[in-house]
């Protein structure tokens, strides 16, 4: 099964880590001139793309459907800067076989251009961290004499022995694009669909031709922007004009043969990567099995000890060789291993809870960095992710993702919220159920603490509990400080007030306990915060502000924001009066609530004590563009309450 990082060779290049080809020829016009001329339509650009194409042709070859895919890219250099898009890439696997590359650099030469051919091509085994073997191989070169005015061109064949498993065609790349085109040839008895995303700015233009025996399949946008780039933007099928394809069925043998005409052909596919799994009887593995649940009162006593089994005693290592990149190993080679992929730990789960008496389900899901759904286009780029399914009561569903270490039973990973998860329910039925996004509350962080004047300073005592994502956040990054980084990690962490936060001590608890909070008692003091005139102190309770001035300038971010998981924070403050003074100013109470962002801020006295008590809220996971306008007036109404401060005066003598 594809993991997220197997996307990489398609988004790769649909990126445009490729280099690119010419629209115009080179006759047409002066080299200098069609320099000046993209220079004053791509102001501010490093480079344009005149020529982003790709050319597939269909192929019935014995019993299979395949498909030679041409791609040619052709890039014009404006700026000096643009050298560094000299390097390039093409990417193959077994299901992308490369068979033919070639590079050259068009150096102006009058009214013509100087052909200067790439030689150096260098191929080796992609090695990334965390994937313990990958048969995805790289194959590099450098364009010579590259600088403004120059073009880079590269052609390259590539051949998809399964045409189940092709790749979205992106129209727009990393630089601007004056023309992007995409024409599929098939022969006729060949149907082929496509299903398009966020094409409607892009004004993506379709013609269906037959030509013969053959029918020809041509989507073609021209003159597309540069993609906007905001920080915590999602993934780039999210806003980018692209467009999936398949062939629903194909001439195979003289017979109709369905390859992805919907959900049942995917699931097809699937149960028969299932299917060719070895199948090896481990003694081991059941007496493992036998000794967890003994003494479990309940069934889901004993899915949730084997889940946290296997969470503790297999690594998650990637492992993508092939059609190994789809097939689980067999459960007993992982036990005995104690390693593998997404998919080896789903089917080690899943047979665990066979052998404890358990049903489950092997379950297919894509992760947040895709944006598809089954029921839109149900090709292998829907999904990339690999867990087991329980079923606790007749519809209601606990996601096992034993890749997450730290994740509790019943809680899906973060990573696929919202999602549609597609369970197999035996070897030919199976059932599409989403997975719910968590609730705001169940991701809670509290933190509660009494706080005393120190000079100018305070001094405080209190403790942090997280519950949720939160606590699953911090577990990883607490995983492996030693005792010189733990304690700067936690000033960083626990850090409010200024930058003079000292952290005197602290202890962290619950460390392994999945199911019960993390929590940290912690002491402190912060220097040069108070600020005193004549016989009045000022205090302002507001030690941390959370989204204090995170406004965001609808005029210059054009991408929705990314948040991984919902959640609530809340903080009690006591402040404890010092002796010889008195409350002058109390704040008042602020408030504002919005589906996406909402804050109660209290003050109370209580006896010789301040309390502030303050809970903030953030509701999305993907704030949209036109929710932008909403988040900004909670902010601003937020960064104001955030600036009110308590007074005390001196008593009279």
Same mark, same amino acid.
């Given at each position: 099964?594809?993991?997220?990082? %197997? ?43 005149l ?6 042709? =269909? ?7 395949? =498909?030679?895919?041409r ?28 068979? #033919? ?8 030469n009058?009214r ?8 150096? &091509? ?42 189940? &498993? ?34 409607? !700015? ?48 194909a ?6 043969r ?8 995917? &699931? ?8 060719r799994?070895? #199948? ?10 036998? /000794? ?54 789903? %089917? ?44 606790a ?6 996601f ?8 509790? &039973?019943?809680?899906? /990973? ?14 030919? %039925?199976?059932?599409?159920?989403? =997975? ?40 990883y ?13 936690? #000033? ?17 608890h ?16 912060v !220097? ?5 005139l ?22 210059k ?25 008195d ?9 504002? #609530? ?24 953030? %509701? ?14 909670v902010?601003?109404?937020?960064t ?14």
């Open positions: 099964m594809y993991t997220a990082r %197997n996307n990489r060779p398609w988004v790769a290049c649909l990126l445009g880590l490729f280099t690119l080809a010419l629209a115009l020829p080179a006759s047409a016009q002066q080299a200098a001139q069609q320099l000046a001329q993209a220079q004053q339509q791509y102001p501010g650009e490093k480079a344009v793309y020529d982003y194409r790709q050319d597939l042709t =269909v192929e019935i070859v014995g019993d299979s459907v395949q =498909v030679l895919a791609h040619h890219y052709d890039m014009l250099h404006l700026q000096p800067q643009s050298a560094m898009y000299a390097d390039d890439r093409v990417y193959s696997s077994h299901f992308n076989r490369l068979q #033919k590359v070639e590079a050259r650099t068009l150096v102006p009058g013509d251009y100087k052909a200067v051919k790439v030689t150096d &091509f260098k191929s080796k085994f992609e090695v990334q961290s965390g994937i313990f073997y990958d048969d995805s191989r790289v194959t590099t070169f450098s364009f010579p004499q590259v600088a403004p005015g120059v073009r880079t061109v590269s052609d390259y064949t590539v051949r998809h022995p399964d045409s189940r &498993f092709l790749q979205p065609f992106f129209f727009g790349s990393y630089v601007p694009v004056r023309h992007a085109e995409l024409t599929i040839t098939a022969p006729k008895g060949v149907k082929i669909d496509a299903k398009p995303f966020h094409t409607e !700015q892009a004004n993506v233009q379709f013609t269906k031709q037959e030509k013969g025996g053959t029918v020809v399949y041509r989507w073609v946008a021209e003159n597309l922007p540069t993609p906007p780039r905001d920080d915590d933007a999602p993934e780039g099928g999210y806003y980018r004009p692209h467009l999936m394809y398949y062939i629903e069925e001439p195979v043998a003289g017979q109709p369905k390859l992805l005409s919907g959900v049942p052909e995917l &699931f097809s596919l699937y149960s028969s990567f299932v299917s799994m070895d #199948k090896l009887e481990t003694p081991a593995l059941k007496k493992t099995v036998d /000794s967890l649940v003994v003494g479990a009162k309940t069934e889901e006593e004993r899915v949730r000890r084997v889940f946290y089994w296997v969470q503790d005693n297999v690594r998650y290592i990637a492992f993508e060789n092939g059609l190994r990149g789809f097939v689980p190993h067999a459960a007993g080679l992982v036990y005995g291993r104690r390693y593998g992929d997404c998919k080896d730990m789903a %089917n080690l789960t899943h047979e665990m809870l066979k052998l404890a008496g358990v049903k489950s389900y092997l379950t297919w899901i894509g992760t947040r960095d895709l944006p598809y759904r089954y029921s839109e286009v149900a090709t292998p780029g829907v999904d990339n992710h690999m867990i087991a399914t329980y079923e009561k007749l519809g209601q569903y606990i096992l993702d034993a890749t997450g270490q730290h994740t509790p &039973f019943g809680l899906p /990973s973060s990573m696929i919220q919202g999602k549609e998860a597609l369970l197999a329910l035996d070897g030919k %039925n199976y059932k599409v159920v989403n =997975v719910p996004v968590i609730e705001k509350e169940l991701n809670h962080v509290a933190d509660v603490s009494t706080v005393t004047l120190d000079g100018t300073g305070l001094r405080g005592k209190g403790q942090l509990s997280m519950a949720g994502y939160p606590k699953i956040r911090q577990s990054a607490l995983d492996g400080l030693d005792q010189t980084t733990e304690p700067k990690y936690l #000033k960083r962490l626990l850090e409010r007030g200024n930058n003079k936060f000292f952290v005197d001590k602290y202890a962290v619950n460390r392994e306990e999945r199911d019960q909070p993390l929590t940290i008692d912690y002491e402190y003091h !220097q040069d915060y108070v600020q005193k004549d016989d009045e102190i000022y205090v302002n309770l507001n030690l941390e502000q959370p989204y204090a001035n995170d406004r965001i300038d609808p005029a971010r054009r991408l929705p924001r990314y948040n991984e998981y919902n959640h609530t924070d809340h903080t009690r403050t006591e402040f404890e009066i010092p002796a010889g003074y409350v002058e100013y109390l704040p008042a109470n602020a408030e504002s #609530k919005d589906p996406v962002l909402g804050f109660n801020i209290r003050y109370e006295r209580q006896g010789n004590k301040i309390v502030q008590s303050k809970d903030v809220y953030v %509701n999305y996971l993907l704030l949209q563009p036109n929710q932008f306008g909403q988040w900004n007036a902010v601003e109404k937020l104001a309450a955030y600036r009110d401060v308590v007074i005390l005066k001196r008593k009279k003598a």
